[in-house]
């Protein structure tokens, strides 16, 4: 099981989302995808869940062209609020287990149980860290083959973030799933990550696996990316 | 996040070292079993690839020994506990000396400045 | 749930609220004709509330469409789903006519009822039979007409929202639907003004029922009874043009509507 996108361009009018870009994803690893904000990083995601279509290139998952459809196979966390607002925690619930037949209503019920949300609330009631809780809940209780998430701790206060990271962890087919995380906050998910790529302003920088960085180069994620930008900078003046 | 790691280490010794001091301070008892790969994993919010590279490495060290379907027992060895000790101080001691000669301390200033130092302690 | 259940009761909770203040102004309105009919003891009370419930039905669908529409234009994770365009907008599509039919089966019965009442003279003239006939068609025509319209307001909408990904005309996307609609309402002005072409198109007819129509004079009804006649080939061009819309609007969303 595979993502390839290759030599993948998207752009928004003259500004460029993604340029030329070319990676894969293979499944058993957990990835980064870092980069400030709007460096392209969600772009990626959407192109890959085949909610974008590439202007230029092709973005692929098990050899076929990503389509609308691909969101079978694919759980996506979206930054955005990803509710209708009238629905409750229950009602939503439902919802996206009708639309994809990898849902399981087991790990939903210890996820919600976990997260500690009440399912009778309505959403537009819920407080900003209970609605990313709902989110990864919703995401998390797909068995699905790939798992994108796009900036799943933003907005939330640490002791969540923690709470979140662990059900990851525990919930997290290791050997069949790919895991993506996007996002700016590179110190926070260091630990989770087997491999972190560097995206700037629509250019993948570097890719690098995080154990070795550590081991050859010594130096952190974060650390090894204020390198690649300063380097990059320096190239493209 | 649950752990914090210092930046220039790799994140697998980073774990190795805590699981010897959980071993020191008898949080894990000799003999006793560890934690699944995953379980750590959870425990420490780091990738489980990681966790598995520390146990091998534990493993290496003669510390652990992973048993066939049962998981990854301490090692029943009465010496470990002073050896491990030992190593660690010595780690500990390394660390001082080296950076006390980064700022120009003499030997003498080491051991005095420790002697004071313990001395406040008490 | 299957996932077609799981759209269609989505598409209800999503547009639950407004219609049930459209049933709530509806029945306003119908208590308000019954009641001026009764002080009055005229028939003139209930008949300009069928009168005007009956023509807010037209715009009743693609209003509703578009409501829905753009509730899901706020964040577009409607189509974070493997289910086809297709499914995604008739799931809408199936839950508006529910709506449109019970709001018709509501004012036919009224208009029965208002006209047994007010107007006990109609059914002399009028059979219950060749009532029932009239309501039916109307009802037909007016779901049609609900039809028509709601594949086009779908049409605009995902032409505006397939334009979002250029920003040079996302600001006047708008200006392009404007002249869409003048564009093609003019052809078709001009299409028909060409005598040649007029005449063909209305040259084959459908005879479908008598047409009857009320009228009330001297406080009392009469009923006119007459043809009325279906030109086929615009009703085929309106069916063929409905669908063509929908299937260019599903079209899009798939491969054009980005999240």
Redesign the interface.
Known sequence: MSIKMEAVTKKYGKDYALKNVSISFEKG??YGLIGPNGSGKSTALKLITGLAFPDEGSVSFNNQTVSRKTSDSIAYLTELDMFYETFTVQETIDYVASQFTDFNHEKATLLLKEMKLDTTKKVKTLSKGNRGRLKLVTTLARDAEVILLDEPFSGLD?LV??SI??SL??YLD?DHQILLIATHEIN?I?????EAIAIYYGDIIGQEK??EL??EQ???V??WFKQLVEKFEGENK | ???E?Q??????MQIVDRIIIDILQEKQSLGGKMPSV?EM??K???????IQ?AYSELERMDIVETRRGQGTFVLENDDLLDQLRDSMQKEFIENYVQKMKEIGASNQQMISQLKRYLKEDE | MNPIKGLLKKDYRISRFLFLTWIGAMLVMLSFGIGMSAYTNQPAGTLTVIVLLGLSLAVFAPVMMLSMLVTEGKNQLWLYSPRSSYSLLLSKFAIILIYQLITQVLLTIYTAFSMYWFGKAVYEQLSIGLFLELAIFVNIGLVLLGIFLTCWITFYWTIYHALKRYPKIRNFRWLVIIFIFFGYNLLETLVLRIDAISTFIFKYNLDLLPLTSLNYEDESWNVLIDIVEIPIIPFFYFVILSLFLFYIASKLLAKKVEV
């Open positions: 690893r957990i640490p973030r923690d990271v662990k962890l525990r290791f926070e260091e630990p989770l990550l087997d995080v154990e550590r081991e010594g130096l952190s974060l650390e | 996040m649950s752990s790691f930046s220039s280490q790799p994140i697998y995953r994993a959870i420490m919010g780091v990738n489980p690839n990681t590279r």
